[in-house]
């Protein structure tokens, strides 16, 4: 029998990685540079687009914290034992009706319930105060080795999110291209038309930064690998990149790596805009 390397699904297991990569101060400033230009929707539909990758890439700690947030806030508002203390109350007086004690008895078992019940309302008020929703303990259980379906996600959806960042980027630059060659919007050039197009256009050092740099085409042949070869390095990729592989010589996708391709496109996509509105 083929001894063949074993599949595995390998994760970041640090909670605090799936912060939301979104620069929302990036986003503004180019979106009010933009604004009234002709890259006003080009730019919008960009920052739109790795927005929504952003908040899909951040959903394992946004389901934690809503979760922290729903439970710590629940815990203050229904967790009352007003009713419980009440029955107390209620319980004392009966018991004072139906068993006969003398009227100073009658008053010390009620003074005593009332004094029962002050102090376990002062602990509720305290044990509330205090609460802390165990977080590291939610987001741990989901990581346990019979969660497959959790890892699943982790696993796709951060390849998804590297995958969505380039379609992005690639929509953008040939939006750009398109309105600034006053062609029509079924235009679908090959990525030679494209650096043609942007060295007429915006010049040859941006072309040469943002469609032709060492970094921008190894994204894409990663972005080609998870699309076309199962996720596994392909020849004219390896040694071109820093992302994790199995051992079975698939891509490991971790959130660093998106972040890290967010700002290199961020950057990039900054560079167009600005040799565009010159």
Not at 63 to 86: E, I, K, L, N, P
Not at 193 to 209: N, Y
Request: charged share 25%.
């Amino acid at each position: 029998m083929m001894d063949t390397p074993m599949r595995q699904i390998i994760n970041d297991p640090n909670l605090t990685s799936y912060r939301g990569f979104m620069d929302y101060g990036w986003a503004k400033a180019v979106g009010e540079q933009s604004a009234g230009t002709i890259l006003e929707y080009p730019v919008f539909d960009l920052t739109m687009s790795w927005k929504g990758s952003s908040n899909a890439f951040a959903m394992p700690l946004l389901m934690v914290q809503g979760s922290t947030s729903f439970w710590t806030s629940y815990s203050t508002t229904h967790c009352d034992q007003s009713m419980v203390f009440a029955i107390i109350q209620k319980l004392g007086q009966r018991l004072c009706d139906e068993v006969e004690f003398t009227n100073m008895k009658q008053r010390e078992v009620k003074a005593a319930l009332d004094r029962i019940v002050r102090e376990a309302a002062h602990a509720e008020e305290v044990a509330r105060a205090a609460f802390v929703f165990p977080t590291d303990e939610l987001w741990n259980s989901y990581k346990q080795p019979g969660s497959a379906e959790f890892h699943l996600i982790l696993w796709t959806s951060q390849r998804l999110c590297f995958s969505s960042l380039i379609h992005a980027y690639e929509f953008f630059v040939q939006d750009v291209l398109r309105i600034k060659g006053g062609k029509s919007d079924s235009w679908r050039p090959h990525f030679e038309d494209l650096v043609f197009d942007m060295k007429q256009h915006l010049g040859d050092s941006i072309a040469d930064d943002c469609l032709n740099h060492p970094d921008i085409t190894s994204a894409k042949l990663v972005r080609n690998s998870l699309a076309h070869n199962g996720g596994k390095e392909t020849d004219n990729l390896k040694g071109k990149h820093g992302i994790r592989t199995c051992p079975d010589g698939r891509l490991l996708i971790w959130p660093e790596d998106n972040r890290k391709l967010f700002n290199l496109l961020k950057d990039r996509a900054s560079k167009i805009i600005n040799a565009a509105l010159r």
